[in-house]
Each structure stands twice: as C-alpha cells, then as structure tokens.
Nanobody
C-alpha cells in the first residue's frame, strides 16, 4: 500500500511563493506520471501540473509561467513550486501518482490560501 503525504501548504499573500512536496511511502509501483490537482470550495478537482516518466510536463493554462512541477525519482517525491500566487489559487491541493498498471493513488490534500 502506497501512501502519499503532502507538505508545504499554508497562508501566503498575493504575489508570494510557496513550494509543495509530496512524498510516497511504501512500495510504489512503476510510476507513469506524477501530478498535482486542486479543488476550490464548490468546484471540481482540476489538474494543475503533471510530469511524465519521460520528464515532459504539462500545466493548466491558469498556472503556466507561474508554477513548476519537478520530481526526485529516487526519493519518489514530487514538488510544485508556486510563484506569483493569486487569490484564485486558493484551494486544497492533492498529489496524484498514476502507475503503468492504470492504478492511481491520491494524497490526503493540503490547504493553500492566498489572501492579503
């Protein structure tokens, strides 16, 4: 059983930066991609950024140029560097590991609040 644990969330002011981390514990299967999703109150959970096994990435249009996803394969950690944060980035952020077996795991979620 794999557990994903997010860290690094919190309250920041608009324009500031924050870095999220998600570490996998337990025996991880072959990972096809790692991703960050977010869900604001009353809204659906949307993909923010994804990094594939090849190293290629894709981002939601709303965060392009401001957020960067990266990973440490050996440690099974995925990061999300968030810069120039806006109030509309406020949400619960979830990490997601998608495996070559078509299974996936989710973290428990971490709150990010951007407010002055």
């Amino acid at each position: 059983q794999v557990q994903l644990v997010e860290s690094g969330g919190g309250l920041v002011q608009p324009g500031e930066s924050l870095k999220l981390s998600c570490a996998a514990s337990g025996s991880a299967l072959s990972i096809a991609s790692m991703a960050w999703f977010r869900q604001a109150p009353g809204k659906q959970r949307d993909m923010v950024a994804r990094i594939f096994r090849s190293g290629s990435t894709n981002y939601a249009d709303s965060v392009k140029g401001r957020f960067t996803i990266s990973r440490d394969n050996a440690k099974k950690i995925v990061y999300l560097q968030m810069s120039s944060l806006k109030p509309e980035d406020t949400a619960v952020y979830y990490c997601n590991f998608y495996y070559t077996s078509f299974r996936q795991d989710w973290g428990q979620g971490i709150q990010v609040t951007v407010a002055s």
